[in-house]
């Protein structure tokens, strides 16, 4: 089943694996009446239906080949490049743990998981409360410390071999990620993306092997 989520200003984005693409934009032209042209440039490709309604893909890896505006439904250049193979860094963070690792094409070579015991925010107040945050503080440094390391190891030395990193988890703690000077190149190559994902583990880090290969459909309906 293809994930779906609300984008901002209207409108959903909906996941869908490549192999599945063309039969997905099949079935939209059919409920909006057909399509009256696709456009596509270096960075976008946006189908236009009869009603009204527009599907929409930025690339996410490389480019797309630009073909301009174009009657019907031509799916050539977007089709190309989300079936392209590629090698992909995976790097999955949460405060209370890390999955890290390489795809290819959907399937992990190597990775690294790890989970770290960050506790909840306790309600209580005065001193005790300000231990329990120290505490927690404590926690998350080291296991956000642990993340930095392990994707050093896993990811920095193999960024030559990669075509895209694609990050996933927790916002904020992928931004504490950031500053370290080891990941530079690693999040020089991220993907605009951020997979919303459970707790880091293997499976996890399976799922999202699969998912980075998705490609993000942004659908508008006409209003």
Known sequence: MSRVR???GGGRAVEVPPERLEGWFDRFASRHGGVVSTSVTASRCLVTAVD???ASVSAAFGEFTPQGDVDGLVLDALLANACAPRRIGL??????GHSIGVAQDGEVLVSTTDSRQVHGRNKAGGWSQQ???RRREGQARVALQAAADDAARV??????ELDAVVLGGDRQALDALRGDRRLGEVFAL???RVLDVPEPRRAVLDEA?????AV???VRENP
């Not at 790097?91 to 209370?96: K, M, N, S, T």
């Not at 092997?209 to 290969?213: E, F, I, L, T, W």
Request: aromatic share 4%.
């Open 209 to 213: 092997a699969v998912r980075a290969r």
């Open 91 to 96: 790097l999955l963070v949460r405060l209370g």
């Open 155 to 160: 990811l920095a030395p193999r960024v030559g």
């Open 131 to 133: 231990r329990f945050a």
């Open 6 to 8: 609300p984008v901002a």
């Open 216 to 218: 993000e459909v942004v």
């Open 190 to 192: 991220a993907s605009p």
């Open 52 to 54: 009204g309604a527009t």
